[in-house]
């Protein structure tokens, strides 16, 4: 299994930026696909997950600001955000759970695309 993430970028404070990621190989099923980020510094943290179901979590920073969606057709996440500030500045990952394959059912995590929003 392989994750393919893209959209990040340098914006201005105010602006948007949408990531997505989408997970390739032999896949039968995938369970909850997330974002998490990694602020200059700082350990790596949870922004939102979504599960196969259409249940969200976000992260308090991100709510009202941030929406996760997926699509389960094409095996890929999506992250939109808005109202973005330098506080949001990090290397976003995403990571896929509980996803079924022939060989078993394992997660994944995919490299790292950097948001960078100058204020």
């Known amino acids: 299994v392989q994750l393919q993430a893209s959209g990040g970028g340098l914006v201005q404070a105010g602006g948007s930026l949408r990531l997505s990621c989408t997970a390739s190989?032999?896949?039968?099923?995938?369970?909850?696909m997330g974002w998490y980020r990694q602020p200059p510094g700082r350990q790596r943290e949870l922004v939102a997950t979504?599960?196969?179901?259409?249940?969200?979590n976000y992260a308090d920073s991100v709510k009202g600001r941030f929406i996760i969606s997926r699509d389960n057709a094409k095996n890929t996440v999506y992250l939109q955000m808005d109202s973005l500030n330098p506080e949001d500045t990090a290397a976003y990952y995403c990571?896929?759970?509980?996803?079924?394959?022939?060989?078993?059912?394992?997660?994944?995590w995919g490299r790292g695309t950097l948001v960078t929003v100058s204020s």
């Open positions: 979504i599960t196969s179901g259409g249940g969200t």
């Open positions: 990571k896929v759970e509980d996803v079924r394959t022939f060989w078993g059912t394992k997660a994944y």
């Open positions: 190989g032999s896949i039968f099923s995938i369970n909850t």
